[in-house]
Every structure is written in C-alpha cells, then in structure tokens.
C-alpha cells in the first residue's frame, strides 16, 4: 500500500489511478495517524514553493515525514514540487525546505527557450537504480516546472536533463526519491516507473 499525501497541492487522483494501473494499492490522506502506519510514500506536488511548505507546516505534517523517513527509512517518492521541497531551499520562496537532500531549487533563466519548461524531454541515468529498471531504451518524460534542482553531492543525483543547460531530473539516496517530471502524466514510461516503485522499494 502506497500511502499519498494529500497537502492540498498535487495531481492525487491521476498518481493513484497509475498506482492501480500498474497493480498496486494507494491510500490519499493527510491524517497523521494514517501515514504513522505508512510503509510507503509519495508526496506530490504543483505550485509554488513557499506555499507547499506553509501547507505542510499548517498540517501538522513535517514531523511525522521526517521520522518516517529519515529514522524509519520509509521508501519516499517526491514528484515535482514535492521533489523539490525535499532540498534545502528554492530561490522561488525564502521558507526553509524538508533538506532531507542537499540541494537547492534554483530559477530556469533564458532568453531563448520558453519558461517554463514544458512538454516531453529526454531523462540520462547517472546512476543504475532499480526506479528505472526494464526502462533500457531512450526515456521520456513529461515536464512542467520553472524551477530546477542542483545538487551538492554528485552522488545523489539519478538522472539529468537538459534545457537550458544540463539540470538534475531526478535524484536518489537511500530510501528518497525525487523525480522533477510527472510520470503520472508519462505514459508507458511513468507506467513502468510506478511499477518499479510499487514491486521493488
């Protein structure tokens, strides 16, 4: 059982319905004794960054995640929004974020691409992660963000993108995920991303 959490700011629906797509079982809430019996974790997210960690805040819901994760080791993914508010801070906001990753969310700057970057884009793995097992042929993604993370520690980054320049799409450390483009927006690939999730974490 894959337990969702609902902060009032991501694509719920749509990620469960690919949960069950790919044979597994979600549960939406934001009911703390709920996610105390979480074994595993997604935490979405569209908007802007400051108001996701005020949602969170006002929630209640920062201190019971930081023991599942941190100290229990519970499996997280964080999508989009979500991947980012799991770093440090985002020159979108002046809130201090999860920073369960050292990283930063910093601003797309161009005066020759469109912002935000949106659509579908190629992912490069760094790193061998079971996330994008039986995924061997070119991967695609599907993109909506303004914001990108960089990572301190080259270690933690899973996958890179480029647009613009050369950005970090997704990143893994032990038991934290993020992933920056919407695999429930991805098709076959966010099908089998979810899959990877579901069977193998």
């Given amino acids: 059982m894959i337990t969702i959490i609902d902060y009032g700011m ?3 629906g749509s990620i469960a319905n690919m949960v069950k797509k790919v044979g597994g079982q979600s549960f939406i809430t934001s009911d703390l004794n709920e996610i105390k019996k979480a074994t595993k974790l997604i935490l979405p997210g569209v908007g802007s ?21 941190l100290e229990d080791k519970v499996p997280i993914m964080g999508i989009c929004l979500g ?20 990283a930063q969310s910093k601003k797309f700057v161009s005066d020759k691409l469109k912002i935000p970057h949106m659509g579908w884009n190629i992912i490069y793995q760094k790193k061998v992660s079971k996330l994008f097992d039986e995924l061997t042929s070119e991967k695609r993604f599907y993109f909506v963000h303004s914001y990108c993370v960089s990572c301190n520690k080259e270690e933690d980054i899973l996958t890179k993108t480029s647009y ?3 950005f970090v799409s997704s990143f893994e450390r032990e038991n934290i995920i993020g992933v ?5 927006k991805s098709h076959k ?6 899959k990877n999730f579901v069977e193998k974490y």
């Fill in 10 to 12: 991501g694509n719920l």
């Fill in 49 to 69: 960054f400051d108001n996701g960690m005020s949602k969170l805040r006002e929630l209640d819901l920062i201190d019971i995640l930081n023991k599942k994760v």
């Fill in 83 to 102: 991947m980012q508010l799991m770093t440090n801070f985002s020159e979108e906001g002046k809130l201090v974020g999860l920073g369960w990753i050292d």
């Fill in 164 to 166: 613009v320049h050369d």
């Fill in 180 to 184: 920056q483009f919407h695999p429930e």
């Fill in 189 to 194: 690939f966010g099908m089998a991303l979810f």
